[in-house]
C-alpha cells in the first residue's frame, strides 16, 4: 500500500515525536497506516456505535459548488466540476470498472479493509450535521464505465447509513456520458 504525500508526513512527524517522547516504540509510516486499518467488523461495530448516539445519521452533502471550502476545492474537485444530484448508489457502483465494486458490496471480504480514522471523522462531520464533498466520479478512459475518482470512504459511509441516493461530483464535460452510462439497461 501506497501513502500519499499528506498521510505520509503526517506519519513521519508522528514518528518523530515517538522518537522524541521516547514513551511508545517506534513505527515506520507504513506500520502507522496499517495500523489504522480496519475490518469489516469493526466498521459495523463503529457504526452501530455512532447510530445508537444518533439514530438518525445521515451524510449532509454539499449540493452546490459555491458552498465547498476554497482549500478543499483545490484537494478535491475535478477540473470544470459539477454535481449531479440523486444518483442511485447501486446503479453507480454496477456502472464502476476499476474494481471497486467488490469493497462496497462484500461485508464478509476479508483483504478489503477501509481506514477506521477516515470512517471515524465521517461519522463525526454526520453527527455535527457538517457538509460532505460527494464522490467524485469519471470515465472510465478504457472501459465502458466509471471510476471512484475520490470519495470511497464517504460513499461506503453512505452505504452503510442506508441512504439509497448520493450527489456525485463529475467534470462538467464528461456529465452527458457519465448520465448514459448511470440510465444504460446495462447498469440497473
Not at 51 to 78: A, F, G, M, R, V
Request: charged share 30%.
Amino acid at each position: 500500500m501506497n501513502l500519499d504525500d499528506k498521510d505520509e508526513e503526517l506519519a513521519y512527524q508522528g514518528f518523530l515525536k515517538l522518537v522524541e517522547d521516547k514513551k511508545k516504540p517506534c513505527l515506520s509510516g507504513q506500520e502507522l497506516y496499517l495500523k489504522n486499518l480496519i475490518s469489516f467488523k469493526e466498521i459495523k461495530e463503529l457504526f452501530n456505535d455512532h447510530i445508537i448516539e444518533t439514530p438518525n445519521l445521515i451524510l449532509n452533502w454539499h449540493q452546490n459548488i459555491n458552498s465547498i471550502d476554497s482549500t478543499d476545492k483545490e484537494k478535491y474537485l475535478p477540473e470544470y466540476p459539477i454535481i449531479i444530484k440523486n444518483i442511485n448508489v447501486s446503479k453507480l457502483i454496477n456502472s464502476f470498472v476499476d474494481g471497486s465494486q467488490e469493497a462496497f458490496y462484500s461485508l464478509n471480504y476479508e483483504n478489503e479493509r477501509f481506514r477506521k480514522d477516515r470512517i471515524e471523522n465521517i461519522l463525526m462531520l454526520c453527527r455535527g450535521n457538517k457538509k460532505i464533498i460527494p464522490p467524485t466520479i469519471q470515465v472510465h478512459p478504457k472501459f465502458y464505465g466509471l471510476n471512484l475518482q475520490d470519495g470511497g470512504h464517504r460513499m461506503f459511509c453512505a452505504i452503510q447509513l442506508g441512504q439509497r441516493t448520493i450527489p456525485i461530483l463529475i467534470n462538467k464535460h464528461e456529465k452527458e456520458v457519465i448520465e448514459f452510462i448511470l440510465n444504460d439497461l446495462r447498469t440497473i
